[in-house]
């Protein structure tokens, strides 16, 4: 008994039975899901942006090699041409534009349709098919009483002693209508909460490994953020070793002279304190970064689709559960969006 | 994997990241460790040319191998998105979301088919009105 006690109250306004279940009862958790999966399909894209510059900056880091390997295409650039675009004319003659566009068009496709998905299931969750379906039912049960009360007119014309059809109709109007907003409402919560149960269903199967392939880009992503950062550490940390080595010398070169009989000022040859902090910036921005999993995200959110799908077709985990892996997505995906601008700004600083 | 093989599979893609990645790690450790050592020259005595120039060297060389994990993560996600794992979710979310805009439509039909009888009584009142008006007529 427990056990069912504590199914039934997962979802609380689910009624009874599973079946009874009524769209609008996953209105909440679907939504919350939504929100996650936008906002992590936001970090994904800021990512990808980062790879669509890498792409570039490795195809201009090429042509600083090969000068002669940038060129544009025959008929480009000229007075009277359509286009004007640079490429790389590799050895073997084969030619990529200099800036490639989307490095991953196909996985920024598959995400914005799961964008859509959740918009979809948002919308069936949401939709209020009620109120119309209740419009509707007034307003035919209305006419059937304009039409009774035209044929009663119509008997009274042909004083066919006929029985009075508007009052019956009347009568029965207002229930009908009831019962048919009742039943076509029910009829329609069911189409929803089927069409919701087949397309988590579906969806649950394919999600964990696009979920790995997001995870992946993103780990991609920051992977280049993060080798901008490891560059400016270690430009950094050369700094400072060529800083030592220079007080070393100097502290050297005072020796000698005081040694030589030469004016001892009491000071020791220091260095710079600007090296030591740009060292400390420089190794605080690194280390942000290699603290970041940037595919966490993307897992959780695979977690989180798991459990809806498991509270729409069989309600068995909390949505207390459910709602702190959601929480999980979106502090992950605002945490790194945050690091990611501040990573920006540290690496420009370099 | 550069050219993105479509029979490559997310598992053998990740494998072939991870072991190349693995490689350039090791390389970096290595140029570590010889950092280590000038750093520990360095601080005692001044570098002489011989060894600024080798510190040169072995910045440049960490930045082959940070330009060579980058086009690495690049490759990787070029393959990924050929691979078939991406063409089977396309068709599973596309048709997803077909299916659920499909219910939505048939949902909405819903009150549109309440919506139609309703203009059907309506015309047949109609009819049965300009009946009524024909008949003194007919009688």
């Known amino acids: 008994m427990r056990i069912v006690w504590r199914r039934l109250c997962v979802i609380a306004p689910c009624a009874v039975l599973l079946g009874a279940c009524a769209a609008s009862d996953f209105s909440k958790p679907v939504t919350d899901f939504s929100d996650a999966a936008k906002k992590a399909a936001t970090s994904l894209t800021d990512y990808e942006k980062t790879l669509d510059q890498a792409a570039v900056d490795a195809n201009i880091s090429y042509a600083l090699g090969h000068p002669s390997a940038l060129r544009y295409p025959r008929g480009d650039c000229i007075q009277g041409a359509k286009r004007c675009r640079l490429i790389i004319r590799g050895e073997g003659g084969n030619e990529i534009n200099l800036d490639p566009g989307p490095v991953d068009p196909r996985i920024r496709g598959a995400m914005a349709a799961v964008v859509s998905y959740v918009d979809n299931l948002k919308a069936i969750v ?22 009774a009360k035209a044929v009663d007119g119509y008997n009274a014309q042909k004083r066919s002693g006929a029985e009075k059809l508007e009052p019956q109709v009347s009568a029965l109007a207002a229930p009908v209508s009831a019962a048919l907003t009742y039943g076509l409402t029910q009829y329609a919560e069911t189409i929803k909460v089927q069409a919701l149960r087949r397309a988590t269903t579906a969806m649950n199967q394919a999600m964990p490994e696009f979920m790995t392939i997001a995870g992946t880009v993103a780990d991609s992503g920051l992977t280049s953020k993060r080798n901008q950062l490891a560059s400016a550490f270690d430009n950094a940390n050369s700094a400072f070793i060529e800083g030592v080595s220079a007080v070393a010398a100097a502290r ?3 020796k000698e002279k005081t040694d030589k009989g030469g004016d001892d000022d009491g000071t020791l040859p220091e260095i710079d ?14 280390d942000a970064s290699l603290q970041l999993n940037a595919s966490q995200i993307f897992s959780d959110l695979a977690e989180a689709h798991d459990n809806l799908t498991k509270a729409i077709n069989e309600p068995e985990i909390s949505l207390d559960e459910f709602a702190a892996i959601l929480q999980r997505v979106v502090e992950g995906a605002s945490k790194l969006n945050d690091i990611s601008k501040s990573l920006q700004t540290a690496s420009t600083k370099k | 994997m550069a050219e993105g093989n ?8 990740l494998k072939l990241r991870d072991e190349a990645r693995l490689e350039i790690y090791d390389k970096a450790r290595q140029l570590d460790d010889q950092l280590e050592t000038l750093k520990d020259i360095g601080y005692s005595r001044p570098l002489n040319n011989a060894e600024t120039a080798l510190l040169k060297k072995i910045n440049a060389a960490k930045g082959s191998l940070y330009s060579a994990e980058n086009e690495l993560v690049l490759m990787t996600v070029v393959a990924l998105d050929k691979s078939a794992e991406v063409t089977r979710f396309i068709n599973v979310v596309n048709a997803t979301n077909k299916d659920l805009k499909s219910k939505l439509n048939d949902v909405g039909a819903i009150a549109e088919k309440i919506k139609k009888l309703d203009a059907l009584l309506q015309k047949v009142t109609a009819v049965v009105t300009g009946l009524t008006k024909l008949l003194p007529l007919l009688a």
């Open chain 2, 6 to 13: 479509k029979n490559n599979t997310i598992k053998s893609i």
């Open chain 1, 252 to 254: 050297t070169k005072k």
């Open chain 1, 126 to 147: 949401t939709a209020d098919n009620a109120a119309a379906i209740k419009s509707a039912s007034d307003a035919a049960a209305a006419s059937a009483i304009n039409f």
């Open chain 1, 273 to 286: 304190r600007g090296k030591i902090v740009a060292f400390q910036n420089a190794a605080q921005a690194y």
